[in-house]
DNA sequence: ATTAACTTTCAATATTTATTGAAAGTTTAA
DNA sequence: TTAAACTTTCAATAAATATTGAAAGTTAAT
């Protein structure tokens, strides 16, 4: 295959696989851009290259260096702002978790915390509510457990894990 | 709290997480109805308690039957047709993984082979992106393993590896 | 075979989310 | 301090996605 078709390809797929997983496509498709590209690219090289304009860019790129996987380097005498992104796919899966934990598990058990002293009048119903949403705290408190392990963890953390599979 | 509230609370929250993880609301809000609800509801009780259409509640319905995490149940001498959700957990977030694995990273791992064979005028960029491909396929594989594994396992398979960490 | 009770479909519509591009803002070399 | 080179913002617009509801389809008791 041509390394121009099966780049393509690649940030294709890439930014299906992001929207499916909350992550808009344009913002899936810098990320995977920055990561088969050798050397840092500009604000300009990204809008060339997808095809997006200069505010869909910056603020994509802006959510994610927010993210923190993607990072700004500057060049003496260049204005311009040179982008580049990890190579290390563990270290962005760490990035990522972290990011999800914080945005979208903390809520929920949040939630799921404060409705946990329901009262009714009705028992069958009360009690089954009780029941169904500790169960679900406590599931969620253990897999936020795994996560933050894993988004804290050092680099041998996950390849252990998973050798003990 | 008072148990409505709490209900609609939780509905609200579990609707909220769900598009953020590609589950549409409606869908993600009857999950939540029949997860707290002890005995199985119809379409009508669904359609009347969320506010919905018949048509939205049908196809989500359809669609939680396909994920395989609501079943229907006939009663005889009735009509209607009666769904419900498992109340375990564990259970659930096996089906869950298990559908997502062969929706997603099936289809991002067959692209990630397909490309693999990458050949380029450019040796630079051709070497920078099979490392980062390959790189990428060894790792979602390794997770899809373990997503597999998780999503085949006995019940205390992921207790199990809890307890480890 | 009929029909009432239900389920499914799907084109129209509404809602949500992403994208554009022009204008405003900022930075830095001279 | 100026002004060219760049970045950011955001209201308007487009695109994608979800929802409705009425009509068509199906089923099962009589």
């Known amino acids: 295959m041509e390394y121009i078709e099966a780049k393509n390809k690649f940030i294709q797929a890439w930014g299906t696989l992001g929207s499916s997983w909350g992550i808009n496509k344009a913002m899936a498709q810098i990320h995977a851009l920055l ?20 505010g869909n860019a910056n603020m994509n790129i802006r959510a994610l260096i927010d993210w923190g996987i993607v990072e700004k380097e500057h060049r003496i005498g260049e204005r311009k702002e040179f982008f580049s992104t990890g190579k290390d796919i563990l270290e962005l899966a760490r990035q990522v978790s972290k990011e999800r934990r914080k945005r979208e598990i903390d809520p929920i058990l949040k939630v799921l915390e404060q409705i946990q002293d329901v009262s009714g009048e009705n028992e069958k119903l009360s009690k089954e509510f009780k029941n169904v949403t500790g169960d679900l705290r406590n599931f969620t408190q253990k897999v936020d457990g795994v996560i933050e392990k894993f988004s804290k963890s050092d680099k041998n953390w996950f390849y252990k894990l998973l050798m003990k599979l």
């Open 35 to 54: 990561l088969i590209s050798p050397n840092p690219l500009t604000t300009e090289e990204i809008m060339e290259e997808l095809k997006i304009s200069r």
